[in-house]
């Protein structure tokens, strides 16, 4: 029997009450900037956009959540730095927005300075996989607030402002294109680590001869190639797969996505789902499920985006009813 569709809050993030609290939070953030380089559109898309003339500069944070935890029980912290920097920068290249400068947060109850010096080798071969540069950054030591080590990062991009695609223009019938990820990425690890650490060992090894401790450290895709892509046909939206899996699409178009022909799940999905007992719809809604990117085109445009990305091929359409759909079911 599967289990019901709360297995992501019981293990500690409850995306329903996440968005209400963070609707929460917008709703008091009334006051706007007086002058000039203001706000451009509104809170709530992957970035946030400024206007600077004939461009746009853009603002996104993120950080790597729980999965420091994992990295603490492997005792490497060589990858989360690229992991901190995928996370911000495929924010920014949903809206086709360059990034290029990058400042880290850590937080920590105790300084260590191997941890320290392992982090700093991923957040330099992130900046170099995504061409940016780390311009600076805080570290603060907050025993009694903080156990552990938080990573967490800010990036600034540009572009100019005709250039910037922010789902306006996605209709009825245009083609959704998924690219894979290259794992689970940075969300949905604390349900995954409490299927491992409940069921299994992180020494435990998946059939492809992998152990699930490595398989959940596997760094971030840094999606790159999206900025040719864009500069090179029409796409009318964009997609980062992060925590809330397919319920991401909701932040670009007010119409509906529905996936009729999904990207074959990788082994480490399979593996928590089938020990886990989760139901499909929960996996979609926590999980990338071995989609991490995502165009959103018109049907002139699928050929083009397929050529220029391996693996990359139609996993729906975009249609009229609102909601995102895992064939006829609602994902919510």
């Known amino acids: 029997m599967q289990l019901t569709e709360n297995e992501y809050r019981n293990a500690g993030v409850d995306i329903d009450l996440e968005a209400t609290a963070i609707k929460a939070l917008i709703k008091n953030l009334s006051f706007h900037r007086m002058g000039n380089y203001t706000m451009l559109g509104s809170v709530g898309h992957f970035a946030g956009l400024i206007d600077f003339g004939p461009k746009a500069l853009a603002l996104t944070t993120d950080g790597v959540g729980t999965k420091m935890l994992v990295a603490d029980r492997l005792q490497d912290w060589s990858t989360v730095g690229i992991d901190c920097i995928a996370m911000n920068v495929n924010?920014?290249?949903?809206?086709?927005?360059?990034?290029?400068?990058?400042?880290?947060?850590?937080?920590?109850?105790?300084?260590?300075?191997?941890?320290?010096?392992?982090?700093?080798?991923?957040?330099?071969?992130?900046?170099?996989?995504?061409?940016?540069?780390?311009?600076?950054?805080?570290?603060?030591?907050?025993?009694g607030l903080v156990n552990g080590l938080d990573l967490a990062g800010t990036c600034m991009g540009v572009q100019a402002k005709d250039r910037i695609v922010t789902g306006e223009k996605i209709r009825p019938g245009d083609k959704i294109i998924g690219v894979s990820?290259?794992?689970?990425?940075?969300?949905?690890?604390?349900?995954?680590?409490?299927?491992?650490?409940?069921?299994?060992d992180y020494d435990e090894k998946l059939s492809n001869g992998k152990a699930l401790g490595r398989e959940l450290l596997t760094p971030t895709r840094i999606y790159h190639e999206s900025l040719h892509i864009a500069d090179t046909c029409t796409v009318h939206g964009m997609c980062h797969i992060t925590g809330g899996g397919l319920l991401n699409f909701l932040r670009l178009s007010k119409f509906g996505f529905r996936f009729d022909a999904p990207l074959q799940p990788p082994g480490i999905f399979r593996?928590?789902?089938?020990?886990?007992?989760?139901?499909?719809?929960?996996?979609?809604?926590t999980f990338n499920m071995g989609m991490g990117y995502a165009?959103?085109?018109?049907?002139?445009?699928?050929?083009?985006?397929?050529?220029?990305?391996?693996?990359?091929?139609?996993?729906?359409?975009?249609?009229?009813?609102?909601?995102?759909w895992l064939g006829d079911v609602q994902v919510t």
Do not use: C
Request: charged fraction near 20%.
């Open 91 to 143: 924010d920014l290249y949903v809206m086709h927005v360059e990034p290029i400068a990058f400042v880290d947060y850590i937080a920590t109850d105790r300084l260590s300075v191997e941890k320290m010096a392992q982090i700093g080798l991923g957040l330099n071969e992130g900046a170099r996989q995504a061409n940016i540069d780390i311009v600076g950054g805080e570290t603060a030591s907050l025993k």
């Open 181 to 200: 990820s290259s794992g689970i990425h940075s969300n949905g690890l604390s349900l995954a680590r409490n299927v491992v650490e409940k069921y299994a």
């Open 271 to 285: 593996w928590i789902q089938e020990t886990g007992r989760i139901s499909t719809v929960e996996m979609y809604r």
């Open 295 to 324: 165009y959103v085109v018109p049907p002139a445009s699928v050929e083009t985006v397929t050529k220029a990305v391996d693996g990359a091929r139609v996993v729906g359409e975009v249609i009229e009813k609102p909601g995102a």
